[in-house]
């Protein structure tokens, strides 16, 4: 009888104080860039709810530009005060990594998706639909293409505001993608990113079903993707116990403080770890558009409404490899030895493919979509280095090889006829005696992506190869240098196409764009040309950031 009170007076002493579950502790001021871009877009989708469709469009400009300014004025202040170099930590009770390399992408996605709104906000290309101006994005994105109910929201000049809390969205994830320091969040960050742009691939107006089917393959492709992360993440704890980047890499250089016997028994099993690192690689090289894992990037960014095909060819790109950097940087540093073969094939594969295949393209976006994955590989000689030069040198490129590419699809957009953009090469025939200045400018960001001296492409490729050189990949360097050269004769032959054949009668006309499109084209071509005329301060910027928090 005793022992039974003795046991209800624990119970009832253990039901009177309760565990406290600790409660977290997180650091808003150093997570502001992406509550601020999260919040804009929240209040995006209330915009969409609340207000009359006539006032929604001019009411996301100003949220979204509002939104992205902040954050980037955000980004600055923290770097300003430090958090990039001298006050880096770990932020979120160990989510979130705020160091320079996590600042600097953040930066480059916050500017280049401000150029991107004005590309998606461009009004005056399409023509007016019932005396209405109309974007590129499909009048009713839930209507049966040609149906009925897509005809009447046609002839009520409706547009697809959404498209603006989406992008919104999708730069939340990419924010915290390259800052992640656990598995777990970059899961949620890579699906927080996707998940809009599955949908924004698949709201063009012109040409629906085309971009339907872009949409689908992007998604069915990034499921695929999505489950080998998840898998490799799984396998990765399998064996480290943990899901923190410095607690695997502890695990991983043999020097975790506690070793429990679950954890003896896993730390021996080599298997779970080169088994889960592959499959988190292949989850990022996909992002990153590598061959292999490269088939979704033409038709993709084909079909695409092409504002969207170039945001996502910028801002994910800088997002996926500020991921890929880390990982391989401070969680698998200890694995060298075994990462680096594998990405050297993954390198030398993607820059030839790149630009071999490429030779071959008629249409416009797939070009660019297969210069894209070149481009990949040259970037990968970069994080091939395993250097902090490698790292700099990376930061730099991708700063670089976004402005050009948000630039090159904007005049995409301006070459139009009477079924919409027009992509195909032979329609480009001509063009620079047609419209001279848009021809010249789209020269400038071809002559960028080949890699020719004084513009931002040179020093990029510079700096990456130099990097490469100097981290013993010199035959990583010899391989680019020849993918460039076979490369620069696809970027040329457009050149030439432009500017030295007769323009046909029944060519393309330019459509004169609103100061929006304008400015983002400008911005492109002054980025494109500073960096390559004076580009030592942004590589000394790209230096100082260059080193990952533990």
């Known amino acids: 009888m005793a022992d039974a009170s003795v046991v209800h007076s624990l119970w009832t002493t253990a039901a009177e104080a309760p565990q406290k579950i600790p409660a977290p502790d997180i650091e808003y001021g150093q997570l502001a860039p992406t509550l601020i871009v999260l919040g804009a877009a929240i209040v995006g989708v209330l915009v969409e709810a609340f207000l009359p469709r006539r006032s929604?469009?001019?009411?996301?400009l100003m949220v979204s530009l509002t939104g992205l300014a902040a954050a980037f004025a955000a980004v600055v202040g923290l770097a300003a005060g430090g958090y990039s170099d001298t006050k880096s930590r770990i932020a979120a009770m160990g989510a979130v990594a705020v160091d320079g390399p996590a600042l600097f992408l953040q930066g480059t996605i916050l500017l280049v998706s401000l150029v991107a709104v004005f590309t998606f906000a461009e009004r005056r290309l399409e023509p007016a639909a019932h005396g209405k101006e109309v974007d590129s994005f499909a009048p009713s994105a839930a209507a049966t293409p040609g149906g009925p109910a897509e005809q009447d929201a046609v002839k009520a000049g409706f547009t697809t505001t959404e498209v603006f809390p989406m992008l919104l969205f999708a730069v939340g994830g990419m924010l915290i993608f390259p800052a992640a320091n656990d598995l777990l969040t970059l899961f949620v960050a890579l699906e927080v990113f996707s998940l809009p742009l599955y949908i924004l691939c698949a709201l063009a107006r012109r040409q629906r079903l085309l971009s339907q089917?872009?949409?689908?393959?992007?998604?069915?492709?990034?499921?695929?993707?999505?489950?080998?992360?998840?898998?490799?993440?799984?396998?990765?704890?399998?064996?480290?116990?943990?899901?923190?980047?410095?607690?695997?890499?502890?695990v991983v250089d043999g020097t975790?403080?506690?070793?429990?016997?679950?954890?003896?028994?896993?730390?021996?099993n080599d298997v779970l770890l080169l088994i889960g690192g592959a499959m988190v690689l292949m989850g990022l090289l996909f992002k990153v558009g590598a061959v292999p894992f490269h088939m979704w990037t033409p038709d993709v960014y084909q079909g695409a409404p092409t504002p969207v095909t170039g945001f996502m060819a910028a801002a994910t790109k800088v997002a996926a490899f500020g991921a890929l950097l880390r990982l391989l940087y401070v969680v698998l540093p200890g694995m060298r030895w075994d990462w680096r073969p594998v990405m050297w094939g993954v390198a030398i594969i993607t820059m030839l493919v790149g630009a071999i295949v490429a030779v071959t393209q008629t249409d416009v976006k797939r070009l660019l979509a297969y210069s894209s994955i070149a481009h990949a590989g040259f970037i990968l000689a970069g994080v091939i280095a395993a250097t902090p030069d490698g790292v700099s040198s990376v930061l730099f490129y991708?700063?670089?090889?976004?402005?050009?590419?948000?630039?090159?699809?904007?005049?995409?957009?301006?070459?139009?006829?009477?079924?919409?953009?027009?992509?195909?090469?032979?329609?480009?025939?001509?063009?620079?005696?047609?419209?001279?200045?848009?021809?010249?400018?789209?020269?400038?960001?071809?002559?960028?992506?080949?890699?020719?001296?004084?513009?931002?492409?040179?020093?990029g490729k510079f700096a990456v190869f130099k990097a490469a050189a100097e981290g013993g990949a010199g035959a990583l360097v010899v391989v680019g240098v020849i993918s460039s050269a076979i490369a620069a004769f696809f970027y040329i032959r457009v050149i030439v196409l432009m500017f030295f054949q007769e323009p046909k009668p029944e060519g393309p006309t330019v459509a004169v764009p609103s100061p929006m499109t304008m400015a983002a084209i400008a911005i492109g071509v002054a980025v494109t040309v500073v960096l390559g005329v004076a580009p030592q301060y942004f590589l000394d910027l790209a230096g100082q950031a260059g080193v990952f928090v533990r």
Do not use: N
Not at 56 to 60: A, M
Not at 256 to 268: D, K, N
């Open 256 to 268: 975790a403080r506690e070793i429990t016997p679950a954890l003896a028994g896993t730390m021996g």
């Open 56 to 60: 929604r469009y001019y009411t996301q």
């Open 398 to 459: 991708l700063a670089a090889y976004s402005f050009v590419t948000l630039g090159a699809f904007a005049v995409v957009t301006l070459v139009r006829d009477a079924g919409g953009e027009a992509t195909h090469l032979s329609k480009w025939a001509g063009l620079g005696r047609r419209s001279p200045l848009v021809a010249a400018v789209f020269a400038v960001f071809l002559l960028a992506f080949a890699g020719i001296p004084l513009t931002s492409g040179f020093s």
């Open 213 to 250: 089917e872009s949409a689908m393959k992007y998604f069915l492709l990034g499921a695929f993707s999505s489950a080998f992360l998840l898998f490799g993440i799984a396998l990765i704890y399998g064996y480290a116990g943990t899901v923190t980047y410095s607690g695997i890499a502890d």
